[in-house]
């Protein structure tokens, strides 16, 4: 079965250029999570979804940053105009549900961003 | 509030001897407890997960973990370590039994030497 899938995998660019990150959830999962590696702050939470909908953005650093979720097999994070702090690794996760049950999170291979 | 703290950012260990990797957690109601584990250029994988059933939770690889209220640990333990379990791993709690609330800890680097 095909896992949580993330493009780019790397991503070099320059400040204040515009940055888009995608995922492809697990089919049937229903949740999806955005999360923030870096090696101050570990992994942090950005945003949830929920049967598509937003359920929790309160992680998302500032306006620069957006996330959407057009439909339940793609969600897509969006930087713009994107900063020499925003590099990161960048993980998409699903999961089959999420309220009420504390279950697997399965992680994308993640997106490595630099920003120069 | 709930918390998790890993109280060993790095843990070596000699090929078929026993890993220990340690972690505290902070929890207001009983925490459902996990541990993931990150290979190098990876996503994260769950290893075992403790939701109040038994307390000697089972994991993959050989991978075990007892979770102990009197102690507030979950430390995660493995017999015989391989070089393959070179690895970072993540002890991660949530207490509201919602998957958006779950806090991670810092990371335990296990390195495993011949």
């Known amino acids: 079965d095909a896992g949580v899938i993330q493009s780019p995998r790397h991503e070099v660019t320059e400040m204040g250029q515009e940055v888009t990150l995608r995922c492809k959830p697990i089919?049937?999962?229903?949740?999806l999570f955005w999360y923030r590696q870096t090696m101050m702050r570990g992994l942090e939470l950005l945003i949830y979804f929920n049967n598509n909908v937003p359920i929790d953005d309160s992680g998302m650093p500032e306006d620069r940053f957006s996330a959407k979720m057009p439909n339940a097999s793609f969600s897509t994070l969006k930087i713009q105009p994107s900063e020499p702090r925003d590099s990161a690794v960048y993980f998409c996760a699903s999961s089959l549900r999420a309220v009420f049950d504390p279950g697997e999170l399965f992680f994308g291979e993640g997106s490595r961003l630099t920003v120069l | 509030a709930q918390s998790v703290t890993q109280l060993d950012s790095h843990v070596s260990v000699s090929e078929g001897t026993p890993v220990l990797l340690r972690c505290n957690y902070s929890s207001s109601y009983s925490p459902s407890l996990f541990w993931y584990v990150q290979h190098p250029n990876k996503g994260l994988q769950l290893l075992l997960k403790y939701t109040s059933a038994a307390t000697l939770v089972k994991g993959i690889n050989g991978f075990e973990a007892e979770f102990k209220k009197s102690e507030t640990s979950f430390h995660l333990t493995k017999p015989s370590a391989h070089m393959s379990d070179a690895a970072e791993y993540f002890c991660v709690v949530s207490d509201t039994g919602t998957a958006s609330k779950l806090t991670f800890g810092t990371g335990t680097r296990l390195q495993v030497t011949l």
């Open positions: 089919s049937g999962h229903n949740s």
